[in-house]
């Protein structure tokens, strides 16, 4: 008799960092997992502008999700788009099928938001899919090859302009790698536009880069971005993005590329659950990631809103992980008849690269920077990347880009404005 046909069925929306920490936790458990994503791969995030810089190409940081739960003979994998959620009958709506569930964890996440401005995404394209890295890897090469192009001076200077708006973890680490690129990688192989002149500007609307870090860490971040070439502007907020620059009041920045690494939404799906959400749309959840009143409905990662000690547990990956784990154990606990612990977040710290040697690290109470900092960085991405393959090939590309600074990933495929 098949055993596992009676057994209760989970369906875990989202193979991100929360969704696969969950189906991998669930392993051995006697349940059927459906894990359903609309991308094929799972994604390591924190790289993904490694990709838009050219430095790691696509499959360096991602892998297919079938491929990551092959041996976990209870996963089936569904590469489909999820569009609506019925709590009432408990089912989901993923394309064209229906797919009905006994529990369901919701994970997928969040995507980028422009405070209300949704026509800056056209000139400002954010970074969160493997998509948006490619688009934004060729928006990044194609201004260098049309500023060569370009005949006119001042219209050049707009070619090797770039903007980055947002001077979190993600913003830093663009403009550091887009320094590096413009004064070292390119320009022996330029004739006509120098890319040694690009202007890189890194435009912040609070006091400081890295706002979430210590103030030290702060300032050692932006003094090192300001060696490496970069514009640092805090207190400056952004109230125009079009094909002609950023504006901040008064002020404007003429670039042909902009970036945007600010404000963050929550999955729309959220919307569906019928429960409490905060300003970005995030779930409020009970103490055990179950909705208030649909205890078989778990929803965790960026779409969790999960306070603990008066705080709100951040969206990064490792609360997403511990969320994933979490929650099957609550799963099987339920299945078992045991009452689940709430859910408790363990802060381990963060950490932030600025350029392909220094980096500034926080571990709640130690703090370092420099190249202990970027060595420190270095290791935890290596050793929290999903595969052997994906380690192997981002230390081989690496030590290469280290050694010679070059980016292995410079091939420009699509294209991405007419005007290029
Ligand atoms: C550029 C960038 C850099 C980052 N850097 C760091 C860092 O250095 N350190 C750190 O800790 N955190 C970092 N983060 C944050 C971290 O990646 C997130 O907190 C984490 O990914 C959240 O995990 P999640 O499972 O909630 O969502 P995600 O990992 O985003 O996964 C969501 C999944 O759901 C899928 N999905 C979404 N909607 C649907 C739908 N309708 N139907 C089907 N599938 C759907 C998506 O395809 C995706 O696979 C970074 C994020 C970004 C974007």
Redesign the pocket.
Known sequence: MDTQASWPHVVI???????LNATRALARAPVRVTL????NH?VF??L??QVAAASLSGPDIAAPLRHIVRRQRNVTVWME??TGIDLAARRVQAGAQTITYDYLVV????THAYFGHDAWEEFAPG??TMNDALAIRRRILSAFEAAEREPDAVKRAEWLAFVIVGAG??GVELAGTLAEIAHHTLPREFRIAHPRQARIHLVEAGPRVLSAMPETLSAIAQRKLERMGVDVHTGAAVTGIDATGVRMGDEHIPARTVLWAAGVAA?P?GAQLGAERDRAGRVKVAPDLSLPVRPEVFV????AWVEQGGQRVP????A?KQMGTYVAHAIRDRIAGRAARPFRYRDYGSLASISRSSAVVDLRGLKFSGFAGWLFWLFAHIFFLISFRNRLAVMWNWAWSYMTWQRGARIIVGRSRASE
């Open positions: 929306l989202g193979g991100g960092f929360g969704g359903v994503d609309r991308a799972h995030q924190p993904l502008y788009e999820v994970a997928t996440g969040s970074l969160k973890p993600t999955s799906l965790i990662g960026d779409l969206g990064m990956a490792p997403a």
